[in-house]
């Protein structure tokens, strides 16, 4: 069993920045997805980076504000989140997919593993 461990949500101000990470509890290459759960959507894909890094997705919405990376020297998984809107509030979770080999999807079935969920609080 493989925990995800999410942290760096908060509050800040509409046009802010923030970064979230997701640290698993022992090292993996899985493919990795951000997702949130909004006042007005629940269970959405967010973001998504292959086992090989090859691969990134993102939703339309968060598409040249948001960036996904990962750090393979500590298998820590970042989203980092700029040009924040109000819109973005929501609980952030991160997951992982170990068989979806040299790709990422953005639905939640293919993903086994979760964290707990971060808050991200935007002011408008």
């Known amino acids: 069993q493989v925990q995800m461990i999410e942290s760096g949500g908060g509050s800040a101000q509409a046009g802010g920045s923030l970064s979230l990470s997701c640290i698993p509890s022992?090292?993996?290459?899985?493919?990795m997805g951000w997702f949130r759960q909004t006042p007005g959507k629940e269970g959405e894909g967010v973001s998504c980076?292959?086992?090989?890094?090859?691969?990134?997705h993102y939703e339309d919405s968060v598409k040249g504000r948001f960036t996904i990376s990962r750090d393979k020297a500590n298998n820590t998984v970042y989203l980092e989140m700029n040009s924040l809107k109000h819109e973005d509030t929501g609980v952030y979770y991160c997951?992982?997919?170990?068989?979806?080999?040299?790709?990422?999807?953005?639905?939640?079935?293919?993903?086994?593993?979760w964290g707990q969920g971060t808050q991200v609080t935007v002011s408008s």
């Open positions: 980076i292959s086992s090989t890094d090859g691969i990134t």
């Open positions: 997951a992982a997919d170990p068989r979806s080999g040299y790709v990422c999807y953005m639905t939640l079935v293919e993903y086994e593993f």
């Open positions: 022992k090292a993996t290459n899985y493919a």
